[in-house]
């Protein structure tokens, strides 16, 4: 079984000794890692998760830069008191995000597919996904974002209070709809046409244990019912029905949603804005005349 590295250090490459392995997943799971001796952080319970490889993490920098969609999350996440977990492919992605992460706060793991095979192109779906079910659980509120997000600094506790009302209301994890209920090529047998579709760059996970479950389910209906496109929503969408018990609906406001000139950040004061860096510049300009910060978000 493979194992990892470790030094000494916040966020250090640790060694990872596979402590079971998942029959369906397949995945040695991460376990190991809270064994590991490391300063508390501000905030132990609740953090950020998130997963990237290829393009996004050869682009990471230290400070701002062009399209460094990675990089801009990585620094609204270091400005607040929250820990987060970044995924990526191998050890030489390791190496370069522990070299180009903003803050330590910010620790690095990595997630191979089992077998060793380097995912590409639509697959790389395969990867995010496999990366949120091999960390989970992670913090006992884990909240998973895409990389192309900015986060309204100063409202960050507002966002992590919505874990406060999925518990509240009894449910393991919370979503907001998709721009499209159900796409055509997104048909399911089995699941009702009412149910729509849940944006998976935004997830609550708020029930641990739960939570690595679905978060299980999700990775195998990808790997074996994948839609055409390679989208990964589809195959959410039929493991959320059969959770949906446990499903917590966030109102779509919380984020703003779109490329630039679609959709105003500053309309209903949204926690999260979703489109990417490259975006948010043009909009910036279009609208704010380039103004580096929008209502809160740093562009």
Request: aromatic residues 8%; proline residues 6%; hydrophobic residues 40%.
């Given at each position: 079984?493979?194992?990892?590295?470790?030094?000494?250090?916040?966020?250090?490459?640790?060694?990872?000794?596979?402590?079971?392995?998942?029959?369906?997943?397949v995945v040695a799971t991460l376990c190991c890692l809270a064994a590991a001796k490391t300063k508390p952080s501000a905030n132990t319970t609740r953090g950020f998760l998130l997963a990237a490889t290829r393009t996004p993490?050869?682009?990471?920098?230290?400070?701002?830069?062009?399209?460094?969609?990675?990089?801009?999350l990585l620094r609204d996440v270091c400005a607040t008191p929250y820990p987060a977990r970044l995924v990526v492919g191998d050890a030489s992605e390791q190496a370069l995000a522990l070299k180009n992460r903003p803050c330590t706060t910010v620790d690095v793991a990595v997630y191979q597919h089992p077998g060793g095979r380097r995912l590409t192109d639509v697959h790389l779906r395969?990867?995010?996904?496999?990366?949120?079910?091999?960390?989970?659980?992670?913090?006992?509120?884990?909240?998973?974002?895409?990389?192309?997000?900015?986060l309204r600094r100063g409202a960050?506790?507002?966002?992590?209070?919505?874990?406060?009302?999925?518990?509240?209301?009894?449910?393991?994890?919370?979503?907001?709809?998709?721009?499209?209920?159900?796409?055509?090529q997104h048909k399911l047998k089995g699941v009702s046409s009412k149910f729509c579709e849940r944006n998976s760059g935004m997830i609550f996970f708020a029930e641990p244990a739960r939570s690595a479950k679905i978060a299980a389910a999700w990775l195998r209906e990808l790997e074996h019912h994948t839609s055409k496109d390679g989208h990964d929503q589809m195959p959410l969408r039929k493991v959320l029905y059969a959770n949906r018990d446990h499903l917590y609906d966030v109102p779509k406001k919380t984020?703003?949603?779109?490329?630039?000139?679609?959709?105003?950040?500053?309309?209903?004061?949204?926690?999260?804005?979703?489109?990417h860096k490259a975006d948010r510049v043009r909009w910036a300009r279009a609208h704010q005349k380039g103004a580096a910060e929008v209502c809160g978000f740093v562009v």
């Open positions: 079984m493979a194992w990892r590295r470790r030094t000494t250090g916040i966020g250090a490459p640790r060694t990872v000794w596979p402590c079971s392995v998942r029959r369906g997943l993490v050869k682009d990471l920098r230290r400070k701002p830069s062009g399209k460094d969609d990675l990089g801009a395969y990867f995010k996904v496999g990366a949120i079910a091999s960390s989970l659980p992670l913090y006992t509120y884990t909240l998973s974002l895409d990389n192309d997000v900015a960050v506790d507002e966002l992590f209070a919505i874990f406060d009302v999925i518990r509240k209301n009894g449910k393991a994890l919370g979503l907001s709809g998709a721009h499209v209920c159900a796409p055509r984020q703003c949603r779109g490329r630039s000139g679609m959709a105003s950040p500053c309309s209903g004061m949204p926690l999260i804005w979703h489109a």
